[in-house]
């Protein structure tokens, strides 16, 4: 497997629960365009002072906006956090520990 470091910064100005995190997939397949089999976060913090991130290192991301991220080539998981627009929602099924969040935000 191959080990690829990729950070996604929405560009939303979110409400409360609002992230700047990074995360590091677990890849297998055609370099290019690899299929991912896991990504967890490894950096998570709040875009304001003030304001809370409900994402934790170590959360593994299962989906986007219902679209799973297991399982599916990067270029198109990456498509999926390019479609997320200023306001709109947006939602994270993470496992954490042996546990499933639901993370929702703006």
């Known amino acids: 497997a191959i080990l690829v470091v ?3 910064s929405p560009n939303s100005a979110w409400a409360e629960s609002a992230c700047d995190f990074g995360v590091a997939p677990e890849t297998s397949g055609f ?11 490894t950096r998570a913090k709040p875009l304001a002072s003030g304001k809370t991130c409900s994402l934790m290192i170590g959360d593994q991301i299962l989906e986007l906006n219902q679209h799973a991220v297991p399982g599916t080539r990067a270029l198109k998981v990456r498509g999926y ?3 997320v627009k200023d306001g ?10 042996d546990k ?3 993370i929702s935000t703006k």
């Open 6 to 8: 990729l950070l996604f």
């Open 31 to 41: 370099l290019l365009n690899p299929i991912i089999d896991k990504m967890t976060v």
């Open 88 to 97: 709109e929602l947006y939602t994270l099924k993470v496992k954490r520990g």
């Open 81 to 83: 956090f390019n479609e």
């Open 100 to 102: 499933i969040v639901l």
